[in-house]
């Protein structure tokens, strides 16, 4: 019983996760279509970004490094 106890605790100690920052990308990463405040967004590595479908955000998710440079901004807005 002590360690579930335990367990509890430092699940409600811990600290909450932060907000992802938001969104500021005008084409989608992954089929490079233009998307809007209006698009869905996925959070990846603790920023969130605008895609066009749920497909394009697994795909992003899945995979981020294909799509995103080490900063963080999105390789299909450079070309």
Not at 1 to 26: E, Y
């Amino acid at each position: 019983m002590l360690p579930a106890a335990l367990l509890t605790l430092a699940v409600l100690a811990a600290p909450a996760a932060g907000k992802a920052k938001p969104a500021t990308n005008t084409k989608d990463p992954v089929c490079k279509m233009t998307v809007d405040a209006k698009s869905a967004t996925v959070a990846v590595r603790g920023r969130e970004y605008r895609v066009c479908s749920k497909y394009c955000g697994e795909a992003l998710q899945k995979d981020p490094d294909k799509y995103l440079d080490k900063d963080g901004s999105v390789k299909a807005e450079k070309k």
